[in-house]
């Protein structure tokens, strides 16, 4: 079980991982635990690592930390929700997106080890789902990608795609001569896309490596992708290092 703990106070974070490991509810269970002290240290460990369950803080320095939350539904996966924190009024928005748990500060073992039963129990539930669910054998993936619009529907070469943004709410679907709009999310394409030529550039945008036309360099250390069709694209700060890797660069 992969545990990421998100806290801008080093000595919490320690404190919380301390009980973690010592929690009698992951007794025989592998875990493997790692740390962030912002949002964007969090976003790199979930790209980096399938976490299953993140303890998240809400007051992060200047950050907030349902910004993260918030984020977690563009991924592909869902990991689980614990918010530990030094705040009780936030507890009902927490359980409104979709929180395991909330936990307050100062921390105690007994606290933390009714949160990770939860967990274990959802894990163990989740698990059994996807168990039951029959997966299509490799050589049945299609090639085509059905889109769903306002009036109609359409298919298109998953090859013939470009891009795939997101901007309030609204999934933006780009080929070389045309552009779609629906109401899918970005975490829905990006299952569909699983070909190595899809990368995930953004926490908004999913591009075709092959369509890359240029590469510049952009603000905050960031970078500019010019696409085949002429769209640009800017690359988020955590998804550098992993293009400049495909890329060669």
């Known amino acids: 079980m992969k545990i990421l703990i998100v806290d801008d106070e080093p000595l919490a974070r320690d404190e919380l991982e301390y009980l973690i490991k010592k929690s009698p509810s992951l007794k025989g269970v592998s875990v493997t635990t790692y740390q962030a002290e912002d949002i964007k240290e969090a976003q790199a460990a979930l790209l980096k690592n399938h976490i299953d369950l993140m303890f998240l803080d809400i007051s992060l320095n200047e950050e907030n930390g349902f910004e993260l939350a918030d984020e977690l539904k563009e991924l592909t996966y869902q990991p689980m929700i614990i918010f530990a924190t030094a705040y009780d009024e936030y507890a009902v928005r927490a359980f409104n997106v979709g929180a395991v748990d909330y936990v307050l500060k100062p921390f105690e073992q007994k606290r933390i080890a009714t949160a990770l039963e939860k967990a274990m129990r959802v894990l163990a539930l989740n698990k059994n789902s996807s168990n039951t669910q029959a997966k299509p054998p490799a050589d049945a993936v299609s090639e085509m990608l059905s889109i769903e619009l306002a009036d109609r529907s359409v298919v298109i070469k998953k090859a013939d795609l470009i891009t795939a943004t997101v901007s309030d709410g609204i999934l933006t679907i780009t080929t070389h001569n045309a552009k779609y709009e629906t109401k899918h999310t970005l ?63």
């Open 187 to 249: 975490a829905w394409i990006k299952e569909k896309l699983t070909d190595c030529r899809f990368m995930q550039v953004h926490r908004n945008a999913i591009i075709n490596v092959e369509s890359i036309k240029e590469v510049q360099p952009w603000f905050n250390h960031t970078l500019l992708l010019i696409m085949s069709n002429g769209e640009k694209v800017q690359v988020g700060r955590a998804y550098r290092k992993e293009l400049n890797k495909r890329l060669g660069m």
